[in-house]
C-alpha cells in the first residue's frame, strides 16, 4: 500500500477517535445545567473558555512545524498530545465532586490535546493531500469518519446522559485518545532540521495576501449561526421539552445527513469545482438555515436538521478544500491551523453571543406569548444574514477558486 493510500487510514481512525470524544458533551451539558445548575448564558461561558485551545491552534502549528522531537516535526507531537488526552480524561473520571474551577481546567487540558492531535493530522493531510492532489477527497474522509462517529455520539450520547454517571462517561472518552497515537504508524516522515526561514518568508507572503483575510472573513461568517449550541440546547430542553434522548437522536440525524454531504462532496468535487459548491452551498445554506424558524416540535426538528445537517457539511468542506490549496509549504501545520482557529473563534463567538442573547431576549420578550420562540427567531434570522453575507466575498477568493478547479 503507498503512502497515498495509507493516508486514508490514518485520517479515518484520527477522525473517528476525535468524533467518538463526542459521547462526553450531552451528559456534560446536563452536568452544567442540573449539577451546576449553569443557565444558558453561564454555560455558554464554560463552553467558551474550555474551548479556548481551539482558537489558539496556530500555536500548535509553529510547534509541530518549527520544533522537531526525536529529529521529527509530526509523529512524537501526536503521541504526546494524545497521551494527555487519555490523562485529562481520566483525572476528569477520579475526580471526587465536581466544581466549576477544576472541571473547567480538565475540560480544556482535554481540548489542549484534541486541538494538538487535530493540527498533526491535518498537517499531515495537506502535505501528502497537496502532492497527490486529494486534499479534498481526504478531507471528506476526515469529515464523513467525524460525522459517521457523531452518528453514535449522538443517541449515544442521549442514553449515556440518562443512565450512566460522569465518571463512566469520562472513563470511556479516555480509551479513544489512544487510537490516535496509535494511528502515528501510517505517518511517513524523514528526520531533519525544519527550514525555519523559508517558512517564515512563506507565512509573511500568506498574511499579507488579500485573498486569505477575505477567505479568513467568509468562515467566519458561514459559521457564526447563534442559534445552534447552548442557545439551540436549552430551547429544546426548556421550550420544546425534548427529553436527552431525542436530542441524542437529533443529533444522530444530523450527522447522518452529514456523512451523506461529505460523501456528495468527495465523490463530486473534481466534477463540479469549488466554485460551484460555494456559490449553491452560500443559498441553499441560507434558505436551510431559515427552515429553523419553523423549528416547533420533534417532526419539524427532525426534517430541519436533517437539511441543515447536509448543506453545512458540503460548504464547510468546500472551504475547508480552498484552505488546504492555499497552505504555504514547510508551514503546513500553521496555515492551515489559521484557517481552522477562524472556524473555532466563529463557533466560539456564536455559541457565546448566542447563549447570553438567548437568556437576554427572553426577558426582553416575556410579554410576547412565546418568548423562547421569539428569541430564537432573533438568532435565527443573525446567522442566515451572515451566511448569505458570504455571497459578496466569493470575488475576493475568485483565484483561489479557479486554481482548484483546474488541478
Same mark, same amino acid.
Given at each position: 500500500?503507498?503512502?497515498?493510500?495509507?493516508?486514508?487510514?490514518?485520517?479515518?481512525?484520527?477522525?473517528?477517535? %476525535?468524533?467518538?470524544?463526542?459521547?462526553?458533551?450531552?451528559?456534560?451539558?446536563?452536568?452544567?445545567?442540573?449539577?451546576?445548575?449553569?443557565?444558558?448564558?453561564?454555560?455558554?461561558?464554560?463552553?467558551?473558555?474550555?474551548?479556548?485551545?481551539?482558537?489558539?491552534?496556530?500555536?500548535?502549528?509553529?510547534?509541530?512545524?518549527?520544533?522537531?522531537?526525536?529529529?521529527?516535526?509530526?509523529?512524537?507531537?501526536?503521541?504526546?498530545?494524545?497521551?494527555?488526552?487519555?490523562?485529562?480524561?481520566?483525572?476528569?473520571?477520579?475526580?471526587?465532586?465536581?466544581?466549576?474551577?477544576?472541571?473547567?481546567?480538565?475540560?480544556?487540558?482535554?481540548?489542549?490535546?484534541?486541538?494538538?492531535?487535530?493540527?498533526?493530522?491535518?498537517?499531515?493531510?495537506?502535505?501528502?493531500?497537496?502532492?497527490?492532489?486529494?486534499?479534498?477527497?481526504? %478531507?471528506?474522509?476526515?469529515?464523513?469518519?467525524?460525522?459517521?462517529?457523531?452518528?453514535?455520539?449522538?443517541?449515544?450520547?442521549?442514553?449515556?446522559?440518562?443512565?450512566? /454517571?460522569?465518571?463512566?462517561? =469520562?472513563?470511556?472518552?479516555?480509551?479513544?485518545?489512544?487510537?490516535?497515537?496509535?494511528?502515528?504508524?501510517?505517518?511517513?516522515?524523514?528526520?531533519?532540521?525544519?527550514?525555519?526561514?523559508?517558512?517564515?518568508?512563506?507565512?509573511?507572503?500568506?498574511?499579507?495576501?488579500?485573498?486569505?483575510?477575505?477567505?479568513?472573513?467568509?468562515?467566519?461568517?458561514?459559521?457564526?449561526?447563534?442559534?445552534?449550541?447552548?442557545?439551540?440546547?436549552?430551547?429544546? /430542553?426548556?421550550?420544546?421539552?425534548?427529553?436527552?434522548?431525542?436530542?441524542?437522536?437529533?443529533?444522530?440525524?444530523?450527522?447522518?445527513?452529514?456523512?451523506?454531504?461529505?460523501? =456528495?462532496?468527495?465523490?463530486?468535487?473534481?466534477?463540479?469545482?469549488?466554485?460551484? =459548491?460555494?456559490?449553491?452551498?452560500?443559498?441553499?445554506?441560507? /434558505?436551510?438555515?431559515?427552515?429553523?424558524?419553523?423549528?416547533?416540535?420533534?417532526?419539524?426538528?427532525?426534517?430541519?436538521?436533517?437539511?441543515?445537517?447536509?448543506?453545512?457539511?458540503?460548504?464547510?468542506?468546500?472551504?475547508?478544500?480552498? /484552505?488546504?490549496?492555499?497552505?504555504?509549504?514547510?508551514?503546513?501545520?500553521?496555515?492551515?491551523?489559521?484557517?481552522?482557529?477562524?472556524?473555532?473563534?466563529?463557533?466560539?463567538?456564536?455559541?457565546?453571543?448566542?447563549?447570553?442573547?438567548?437568556?437576554?431576549?427572553?426577558?426582553?420578550? %416575556?410579554?410576547?406569548?412565546?418568548?423562547?420562540?421569539?428569541?430564537?427567531?432573533?438568532?435565527?434570522?443573525?446567522?442566515?444574514?451572515?451566511?448569505?453575507?458570504?455571497?459578496?466575498?466569493?470575488?475576493?477568493?475568485?483565484?483561489?477558486?479557479?486554481?482548484?478547479?483546474?488541478?
Amino acid at each position: 500500500m503507498n503512502r497515498l493510500d495509507r493516508l486514508y487510514f490514518f485520517c479515518a481512525v484520527n477522525y473517528f477517535a %476525535q468524533g467518538m470524544g463526542g459521547l462526553v458533551y450531552e451528559p456534560l451539558n446536563y452536568l452544567l445545567k442540573d449539577g451546576l445548575h449553569l443557565g444558558p448564558g453561564e454555560t455558554a461561558v464554560f463552553v467558551a473558555w474550555m474551548t479556548i485551545p481551539f482558537l489558539i491552534k496556530p500555536l500548535f502549528g509553529l510547534l509541530t512545524d518549527l520544533v522537531p522531537l526525536a529529529g521529527r516535526l509530526r509523529r512524537p507531537h501526536l503521541i504526546l498530545g494524545a497521551a494527555l488526552g487519555t490523562a485529562s480524561w481520566l483525572a476528569l473520571a477520579l475526580f471526587p465532586h465536581y466544581r466549576y474551577a477544576p472541571l473547567l481546567a480538565l475540560c480544556t487540558l482535554v481540548n489542549f490535546s484534541t486541538a494538538l492531535c487535530d493540527v498533526v493530522g491535518d498537517a499531515v493531510m495537506v502535505e501528502t493531500g497537496k502532492a497527490g492532489g486529494k486534499t479534498g477527497t481526504y %478531507q471528506a474522509v476526515q469529515i464523513g469518519t467525524l460525522y459517521a462517529t457523531l452518528v453514535l455520539t449522538g443517541v449515544g450520547g442521549g442514553w449515556l446522559a440518562a443512565h450512566a /454517571s460522569m465518571r463512566t462517561v =469520562f472513563a470511556l472518552a479516555a480509551l479513544f485518545p489512544l487510537l490516535i497515537a496509535a494511528s502515528a504508524v501510517w505517518i511517513d516522515e524523514m528526520p531533519g532540521e525544519p527550514p525555519i526561514r523559508e517558512g517564515a518568508r512563506h507565512l509573511r507572503e500568506l498574511f499579507c495576501s488579500k485573498r486569505f483575510w477575505v477567505l479568513c472573513l467568509m468562515i467566519f461568517l458561514w459559521n457564526f449561526y447563534p442559534f445552534l449550541g447552548t442557545a439551540q440546547f436549552f430551547y429544546q /430542553s426548556e421550550a420544546l421539552r425534548f427529553d436527552p434522548i431525542y436530542i441524542g437522536v437529533l443529533s444522530t440525524l444530523g450527522c447522518a445527513a452529514g456523512v451523506a454531504g461529505a460523501a =456528495f462532496f468527495g465523490s463530486t468535487i473534481k466534477r463540479w469545482g469549488t466554485s460551484n =459548491f460555494l456559490r449553491a452551498g452560500i443559498w441553499l445554506g441560507a /434558505s436551510s438555515s431559515l427552515l429553523c424558524l419553523l423549528y416547533l416540535g420533534p417532526i419539524s426538528a427532525a426534517i430541519i436538521t436533517v437539511i441543515m445537517g447536509f448543506f453545512s457539511v458540503t460548504f464547510r468542506l468546500a472551504l475547508m478544500d480552498l /484552505s488546504a490549496q492555499s497552505c504555504p509549504e514547510h508551514v503546513e501545520a500553521t496555515a492551515f491551523a489559521v484557517y481552522m482557529a477562524v472556524f473555532n473563534l466563529a463557533a466560539w463567538a456564536s455559541n457565546t453571543v448566542g447563549g447570553q442573547l438567548y437568556d437576554r431576549l427572553k426577558i426582553a420578550f %416575556q410579554t410576547l406569548p412565546d418568548p423562547s420562540y421569539a428569541a430564537a427567531a432573533v438568532l435565527i434570522l443573525i446567522g442566515s444574514v451572515c451566511t448569505l453575507t458570504c455571497w459578496w466575498l466569493i470575488p475576493g477568493v475568485g483565484t483561489l477558486v479557479q486554481s482548484r478547479v483546474k488541478t
